[in-house]
């Protein structure tokens, strides 16, 4: 599958973004999928993840209850919605995808996906 992540900008602190990532081929709901950030001089993060079926959603302590993730499988998209952005939350953010079932832990874990899109910059401004 291939991923192509947009929707990122420039923003005001305490401001809102949305994410889009749309996935090619016709198995977008056979993937679990999630989001991770990379700020500059740091390693990437785990951010959020969603499953399948878009009944189980995760999330970063740092993000949770600001950030919210869905999914719409008849379009392939995923979505990252990004409220009362903070400065440290300036990154590239990177969408990805996993075919395997495995475990929750695996949603957080940035070795158990298999495909990645190309990053779209956040920059919150304060």
């Known amino acids: 599958v291939q991923l192509q992540a947009s929707g990122g900008g420039l923003v005001q602190a305490g401001g809102s973004l949305r994410l889009s990532c749309a996935a090619s081929g016709r198995t977008f709901s056979s993937y679990g999928m999630g989001w991770f950030r990379q700020a500059p001089g740091k390693e990437r993060e785990f951010v959020g993840a969603?499953?399948?079926?878009?009944?189980?959603?995760y999330y970063a302590a740092s993000v949770k209850g600001r950030f919210n993730i869905s999914r719409d499988n008849a379009k392939n998209t995923m979505y990252l919605q990004m409220n009362s952005l903070k400065s440290e939350d300036t990154a590239v953010y990177y969408c990805?995808?996993?075919?395997?079932?495995?475990?929750?832990?695996?949603?957080?874990?940035?070795?158990?996906?298999?495909?990645w899109g190309q990053g779209t910059q956040v920059t919150v401004s304060t």
């Open positions: 969603i499953s399948m079926s878009g009944h189980s959603k």
């Open positions: 990805a995808a996993r075919g395997s079932p495995g475990t929750e832990t695996d949603y957080y874990t940035e070795r158990a996906y298999d495909f």
